[in-house]
């Protein structure tokens, strides 16, 4: 059967009436590989795969690219299709936000308001409240999100985990072109001399793991700090460079402690994320 898109709360309800397994794909449109990915992922343990497309402008902070993000439905839609999606959620502003949200969703601060919650003031309020608000909407079994937003996926969990939702949340391998930039949708804006540029920023992460693993934790400090003076040395403007425990993304006091280095840095005025868990 063709894939369906639909634009309305009701109408998706009314398909879904008698899915048991439904898996979902949460996203922002102007799909690429990654997302697709997600969507094969999820594919085999479903009855019926959703991907939702919304622009959620509530974890857009004022001087960011809400009004400039990519819309494009169609190709996303023909993309989505390729890979086994079977319904596509698009609705707009006024059908998911009928009235200004008051009610939001608040992670806790000690996970919410560090990384990216500290240089995105509000960011994971955002994300948590639509994605609660989507799960509500889809009843899923599965949801699958990208491991390249680390804190995204660990505060969606915990969301999850908290308020004892019947969902089980899976993660997706970051996906990466040949060079081994983190494919994303913010690449677009990339110019081809910054393109070059933007692998630089995985090589440092593995550069920082290494150090990390052969002169230990007592240097991570100096490892961060160097990491972030060479990178703007290459002219990026770095909001972190930080090695943290894996299990809370709190910094590491114990040996032995799973790892992931976090990076986020704008390249002229793209701003890439990425990580490595070691």
Not at 186 to 194: D, I, K, V
Not at 205 to 210: C, D, F, G, R, S
């Amino acid at each position: 059967m063709p894939i369906r898109v639909i634009h309305t709360i009701a109408e998706l309800r009314a398909a879904l009436a008698a899915s048991p397994a439904v898996g979902f794909v949460p996203t922002m449109g102007n799909l690429h590989q990654g997302h697709l990915d997600l969507v094969r992922i999820i594919r085999p343990q479903s009855s019926l795969v959703v991907a939702s497309i919304f622009v959620n402008r509530l974890q857009f902070g004022p001087h960011e690219d809400f009004d400039r993000y990519p819309r494009t439905l169609p190709g996303d839609v023909d993309a989505l299709e390729s890979v086994g999606c079977d319904l596509v959620f698009a609705p707009d502003e006024p059908e998911l936000y009928p009235v200004t949200q008051g009610y939001k969703v608040h992670p806790p601060p000690e996970l919410a308001d560090i990384l990216e919650g500290h240089f995105r003031p509000g960011f994971f309020v955002g994300v948590a409240t639509v994605v609660h608000k989507l799960f509500n909407i889809v009843q899923p079994r599965r949801a699958v999100f990208g491991q390249k937003d680390y804190q995204q996926l660990m505060v969606i969990r915990q969301m999850v985990r908290q308020m004892a939702l019947p969902i089980e949340i899976l993660a997706g391998p970051i996906t990466r072109a040949a060079d081994g930039l983190a494919l994303s949708s913010r690449n677009g804006y990339l110019s081809a001399a910054e393109r070059a540029e933007a692998p630089q920023l995985q090589a440092l992460l593995q550069h920082m793991a290494q150090r990390v693993r052969a002169e230990g934790l007592g240097a991570v400090v100096a490892i961060e700090a160097e990491a972030s003076a060479a990178l703007a040395a290459r002219g990026w403007v770095p909001d972190y460079l930080c090695i943290r425990r894996r299990e809370d993304l709190q910094r590491p006091d114990q040996p032995g402690e799973p790892l992931v280095a976090l990076a986020a840095a704008k390249l002229g005025a793209t701003r890439l994320i990425d990580n490595l868990e070691f």
